[in-house]
């Protein structure tokens, strides 16, 4: 995708077979691009496509790439201290000029200092994830000039989030790769598009193919993100094991974390099913029983079960240690297939979107004025 244009322009000004881009072509590249012209706007690049920041997964190679071929890049800064954070955004600057964002926690224990590096570097688009971000923290951000986008869990949420002054809100489903709220993708967007208008929108969570993407445009979307269809491409770092582990899995294979005990909450993680997720299952057995015989304290055993995860999603990305590691990953991991450039990931899923417009074109086109009236039509007739 050439950097800097609408998909429309792309089409028109391309040389060869662009130019013979007949009219229904122009027709369903400049609808798409009415569709996600605000999401464009809002990021500053071509497609309103944002790769999911993912930790160890979203660094300078991955971020770049997504952004050099027309999407928007996020930066993971989970696992970073706010010099590696200065590092990583300096190098990934000096490979794209084009615009990228960076992914803070707002649990983080040094988030003002991590604000500061993105202001140092006028990074333009700061993402906070993991709760409601306090006023301090978004008026830092905006007070740098660059905007906020927040992840929202429901439309009360998202409001007070906008009233804060966010400037985009992200709605992420169950089906995502990562922590996963209890709500599916789909309806979360039925929850909150229709209500909440004043700030673009961008869905996330279980988007494997240009179809879906068109959908949530279609329900009022500004754009959409996603993480589990970058992790296998070219330009991700992530181990070659972990790449495959992706290839081989389908759907069913990226589970939600279980939780034993309503007393010992699991924060709820979506990955692939291998030989840690069954352990992970008699750790909190055993730890509750031990608890239960008063042989360890509530917080203590708390503690123990916290800690079980802590490493194993770099042991599996960078180590790729796939046994013992955590294989974070979303349902959409049914549609990895093979490893990809970052630019043919995009441009298929841009190229679904746009062959479901045009095959809805031509369904149109082949009706006739006096076809007959649907079902509901008839119903309605009688009534
Ligand atoms: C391996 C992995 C690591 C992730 N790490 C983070 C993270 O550090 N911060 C964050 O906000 N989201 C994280 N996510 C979620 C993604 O940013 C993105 O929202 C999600 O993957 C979208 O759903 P999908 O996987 O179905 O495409 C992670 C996802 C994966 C698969």
């Not at 400049?30 to 790769?51: F, K, N, P, Y």
């Not at 300096?90 to 988030?111: C, D, K, S, Y």
């Not at 990562?178 to 961008?202: C, R």
């Not at 297939?337 to 841009?350: D, F, G, K, N």
Request: hydrophobic share 45%; proline share 4%.
């Amino acid at each position: 995708m050439t950097e800097g244009i609408s998909v429309a322009d792309s089409a028109a000004g391309g040389g060869g077979a662009a130019h013979q881009r007949d009219a229904e072509s122009e027709r369903v590249y400049a609808e798409l691009d009415r569709l996600w012209a605000r999401g464009r706007q809002v990021l500053g690049c071509d497609l309103a496509i944002m790769g999911g920041a993912m930790t160890w997964v979203s660094e300078r190679n991955l971020v770049a790439a997504i952004s050099k071929a027309g999407g928007f890049g996020v930066i993971a800064s989970g696992s970073m201290s706010p010099h590696l954070l200065s590092r990583e955004i300096r190098a990934t600057q000096a490979m794209t000029t084009r615009p990228f964002g960076v992914n803070l926690i707002t649990l983080h224990p040094e988030l003002l200092e991590l604000i500061d590096v993105c202001a140092d570097h006028h990074v333009g688009h700061v993402v906070l994830a993991g709760g409601l971000p306090s006023n301090a923290a978004v008026s830092r951000i905006k007070r740098s000039g660059a905007r906020v986008f927040c992840f929202a869990p429901a439309v009360g949420f998202a409001r007070k989030l906008v009233r804060m002054g966010v400037d985009a809100i992200v709605i992420e489903g169950n089906e995502a790769g990562g922590h996963i709220g209890p709500v599916s993708t789909g309806v979360l967007a039925q929850e909150i598009l229709p209500h909440l208008t004043s700030v673009p929108v961008f869905v996330a969570g279980g988007i494997g193919r240009g179809e879906a993407m068109l959908a949530y445009l279609e329900m009022g979307a500004s754009g959409v993100q996603l993480g589990t269809r970058f992790v296998c491409a070219h330009e991700s770092i992530a181990h070659p094991r972990f790449k495959r582990a992706f290839i081989c899995a389908a759907a069913r294979d990226a589970v939600a974390s279980v939780q034993l005990d309503p007393r010992f909450p699991v924060i709820p993680v979506r990955a692939l099913n291998n030989p840690t997720t069954e352990r992970f299952v008699a750790v909190q057995r055993r730890v509750i029983d031990r608890f239960t015989r008063g042989e360890l304290s509530q917080k203590a055993a708390q503690l123990e079960i916290e800690h079980f995860w802590a490493g194993a999603l770099r042991r599996a990305v960078i180590d790729g240690d796939i046994e013992s590691g955590s294989l974070m990953a979303g349902q959409s991991v049914g549609f990895v297939t093979r490893e990809q450039s970052t630019a043919e990931i995009l441009e298929e899923l841009v190229g679904q979107a746009l062959a479901a417009l045009t095959a809805r074109g031509e369904r149109s086109c082949r009706r006739t004025p006096r076809s007959a009236p649907t079902s509901l039509g008839r119903q309605g007739a009688r009534g």
